[in-house]
């Protein structure tokens, strides 16, 4: 069964530093979704790819985070500097589209981001 | 706005007791609703999801929802609790008037007691 896949799992940073994570979503999946899940909180969506075209990033820091999707395929999101409330497990999903809200959202295993 | 209500955010049942996860939803239009489990360390997994056909909705793994305009709920049970059903539970609410983002509760951690 196709999954979508993140690296890396966990990741230990000191804030200041520069961290990137990357997301390869099911294969055939034109909308990729950032997630951001704070420790005993639902997750928060940071920002929404439909193919190569950001579609929503309303809830993206922009002074310090950074997302790309190049070739529509697979995506990077970056945070510079990281800061201790960083500290978060990050989703990458994936779904067929945007457009159908019934489509479901495959999610991956997630980042477990550690800031110190 | 759209917005979910988890009600609890920690149930613990017996194993082979009901589980009762519950979820309440605002929304101006009519939404589509979800619920996700998810193990520790792990991503969302779909239980089920309610497209406005069947009220009744029934998931994977003995999971059911039932919609309820009147009271705006979506309600998770399952007849008889394992003890591999011990997770977080996060119910969900996606609608036109917000882009169609997907807005989760706060989650539901279910204990099951051999």
């Known amino acids: 069964e196709a999954e979508v896949a993140q690296s890396p799992r966990y990741k230990i940073t000191e804030k200041s530093q520069a961290v990137a994570f990357w997301c390869d979503p099911i294969?055939?999946?034109?909308?990729l979704y950032w997630y951001r899940q704070i420790l005993g909180q639902g997750p928060e969506l940071l920002v929404q790819?439909?193919?190569?075209?950001?579609?929503?990033d309303s809830q993206l820091p922009k002074d310090r985070f950074s997302a790309e999707r190049l070739k529509g395929v697979d995506s990077t999101l970056k945070i510079q500097p990281a800061e201790l409330g960083d500290s978060a497990m990050y989703l990458c999903?994936?779904?067929?589209?945007?457009?159908?809200?019934?489509?479901?959202?495959?999610f991956g295993p997630g980042t477990r981001l550690t800031v110190t | 706005a759209q917005s979910v209500t988890q009600l609890g955010s920690h149930v613990s049942v017996s194993e082979g007791a009901l589980v009762l996860l519950r979820c309440n939803y605002s929304s101006s239009v009519p939404p589509y609703l979800f619920w996700y489990v998810q193990y520790p360390n792990q991503g969302l997994q779909l239980l089920l999801k309610y497209t406005s056909a069947a009220t009744l909705v029934k998931g994977i793994n003995g999971f059911e929802a039932e919609f309820k305009k009147s009271e705006t709920s979506f309600h998770l049970t399952k007849p008889s609790a394992h003890m591999r059903d011990a997770a977080e539970y996060f119910c969900a609410v996606r609608g036109y008037n917000q882009g169609g983002k997907l807005i989760f509760g706060q989650g539901t951690e279910l204990s099951v007691k051999p």
């Open positions: 790819f439909q193919d190569e075209s950001v579609v929503d």
């Open positions: 294969s055939g999946h034109a909308t």
């Open positions: 999903a994936s779904s067929l589209g945007g457009g159908d809200l019934s489509y479901e959202q495959y």
